[in-house]
């Protein structure tokens, strides 16, 4: 039924691949501006609507690179209740309300990195600007999921698809799941290819790596999701849940399969309890989280959930302190390939990028 659907809506989708074509070489040909700053920028995302690992890559490369540069996080804040730019100060206490003003993700992150600088607006040209006029500007700023948001030109620009499902191997909306026609991957300086297994052999990497055609100026990656320890959403301490049996699963997030794989490998139970991507929780979805897990007969069991969902779900934190609900970090790892590291890559490009624009404003010209 829903490919049948999929075929019906094929004409839909021939329109919509004509206008971002038309768009982007528009912005090929300098049509439309792209803007570019005396700063480095990072830029983070994907060809398809989600689910590529974009928040894990984005605090990745900064847990690498804050204590080389001065590093800022630029978001667009997606499913925040704020408006215009938001700010968040490295060292500065954080708002009881921060997963509703910057969104899930850059909350995240803020929590994990708090010495760093980050920020939400949805015009990021306008962001790098307010960034930029900080008293301690950033020499670096990340800036996550920006691949078809182009009015800022990336100095770097990192392309993720997942491994399962790779963008060569999709189609454009609403037949399949991509923003843009799949030969958008040429703007890409890297392709990380990401949530791989852990164990990928050196023909597999191979045939995915012809598949994907990079061309000479790109370089490929392969990257695997690391899993954490559980930690308490109560009071933060890490715990094994060795003799947890049955867990109930909470996500609101694009892709659940890794996260379900990983909590099924140690032989638990598990039940899912899934809600749409960014899903914004309500009381009553708190009930049903309740009653789903009162109706699991055991007395051996507990709630595992994501760090991005802990986020949402902190406004409810009261009702929930009765119940023993965890959440998984995650961490991304990169296959190293004969010395070819993504970090290694990377700071070179930084390296060079932030000479080049001290010697610019040197010479007076930035």
Same mark, same amino acid.
């Given at each position: 039924?829903?490919?049948?659907?999929?075929?019906?809506?094929?004409?839909?989708?021939?329109?919509?691949?004509?206008?971002?074509?038309? $768009?982007?070489?528009?912005? %090929?040909?300098?049509?439309? @501006?792209?803007?570019?700053? &005396?700063? !480095?920028? #990072?830029?983070?995302?994907?060809?398809?609507?989600?689910?590529?690992?974009?928040?894990?890559?984005?605090?990745?490369?900064?847990?690498?690179?804050?204590?080389?540069?001065?590093?800022?996080?630029?978001?667009?804040?997606?499913?925040?209740?704020?408006?215009?730019?938001?700010?968040?100060?490295?060292?500065?206490?954080?708002?009881?309300?921060?997963?509703?003003?910057?969104?899930?993700?850059?909350?995240?992150?803020?929590?994990?990195?708090?010495?760093?600088?980050?920020?939400?607006?949805?015009?990021?040209?306008?962001?790098?600007?307010?960034?930029?006029?900080?008293?301690?500007?950033? $020499?670096?700023?990340?800036? %996550?999921?920006?691949?078809? @948001?182009?009015?800022?030109? &990336?100095? !770097?620009? #990192?392309?993720?698809?997942?491994?399962?499902?790779?963008?060569?191997?999709?189609?454009?909306?609403?037949?399949?799941?991509?923003?843009?026609?799949?030969?958008?991957?040429?703007?890409?300086?890297?392709?990380?290819?990401?949530?791989?297994?852990?164990?990928?052999?050196?023909?597999?990497?191979?045939?995915?790596?012809?598949?994907?055609?990079?061309?000479?100026?790109?370089?490929?990656?392969?990257?695997?999701?690391?899993?954490?320890?559980?930690?308490?959403?109560?009071?933060?301490?890490?715990?094994?849940?060795?003799?947890?049996?049955?867990?109930?699963?909470?996500?609101?997030?694009?892709?659940?399969?890794?996260?379900?794989?990983?909590?099924?490998?140690?032989?638990?139970?598990?039940?899912?309890?899934?809600?749409?991507?960014?899903?914004?929780?309500?009381?009553?979805?708190?009930?049903?989280?309740?009653?789903?897990?009162?109706?699991?007969?055991?007395?051996?069991?507990?709630?595992?959930?994501?760090?991005?969902?802990?986020?949402?779900?902190?406004?409810?934190?009261?009702?929930?302190?009765?119940?023993?609900?965890?959440?998984?970090?995650?961490?991304?790892?990169?296959?190293?390939?004969?010395?070819?590291?993504?970090?290694?890559?990377?700071?070179?490009?930084?390296?060079?990028?932030?000479?080049?624009?001290?010697?610019?404003?040197?010479?007076?010209?930035?």
């Amino acid at each position: 039924m829903v490919r049948l659907l999929s075929w019906l809506l094929f004409p839909i989708t021939m329109w919509y691949a004509i206008v971002v074509k038309v $768009r982007n070489v528009l912005y %090929d040909l300098g049509v439309l @501006h792209q803007h570019t700053h &005396p700063v !480095v920028t #990072i830029g983070i995302g994907n060809l398809s609507t989600g689910g590529t690992g974009k928040t894990p890559m984005a605090e990745y490369i900064i847990d690498f690179l804050k204590d080389k540069y001065e590093t800022a996080l630029l978001s667009r804040g997606y499913g925040r209740n704020s408006r215009g730019f938001v700010m968040h100060e490295g060292d500065t206490p954080f708002e009881e309300n921060l997963s509703q003003t910057m969104g899930d993700e850059v909350a995240m992150i803020t929590r994990r990195h708090p010495e760093i600088t980050t920020a939400v607006c949805r015009n990021r040209h306008e962001g790098v600007n307010r960034l930029l006029s900080q008293e301690q500007p950033p $020499r670096v700023i990340v800036l %996550d999921d920006c691949f078809q @948001h182009r009015t800022v030109k &990336p100095t !770097v620009n #990192i392309l993720l698809t997942p491994y399962r499902h790779p963008f060569y191997a999709d189609h454009i909306l609403p037949f399949g799941n991509l923003r843009e026609p799949s030969s958008g991957y040429l703007r890409a300086n890297i392709i990380v290819v990401t949530k791989s297994p852990r164990k990928v052999n050196a023909l597999e990497r191979h045939l995915i790596y012809t598949s994907l055609k990079a061309q000479s100026y790109q370089k490929v990656f392969f990257s695997y999701i690391d899993y954490g320890k559980p930690v308490s959403f109560a009071d933060g301490r890490v715990c094994a849940l060795n003799d947890v049996r049955y867990l109930l699963c909470l996500t609101a997030i694009a892709d659940s399969a890794p996260l379900l794989a990983e909590l099924r490998c140690h032989g638990r139970k598990v039940d899912h309890l899934a809600f749409p991507d960014h899903h914004r929780f309500t009381r009553s979805d708190i009930v049903q989280l309740r009653q789903r897990f009162d109706a699991i007969n055991s007395e051996s069991k507990a709630i595992v959930t994501t760090e991005k969902d802990i986020e949402r779900l902190r406004a409810y934190a009261e009702e929930l302190a009765d119940l023993p609900i965890y959440y998984l970090p995650i961490s991304v790892g990169f296959y190293e390939d004969g010395g070819n590291s993504f970090s290694g890559t990377l700071l070179s490009l930084v390296k060079e990028n932030i000479s080049y624009l001290d010697r610019l404003k040197t010479a007076g010209m930035c």
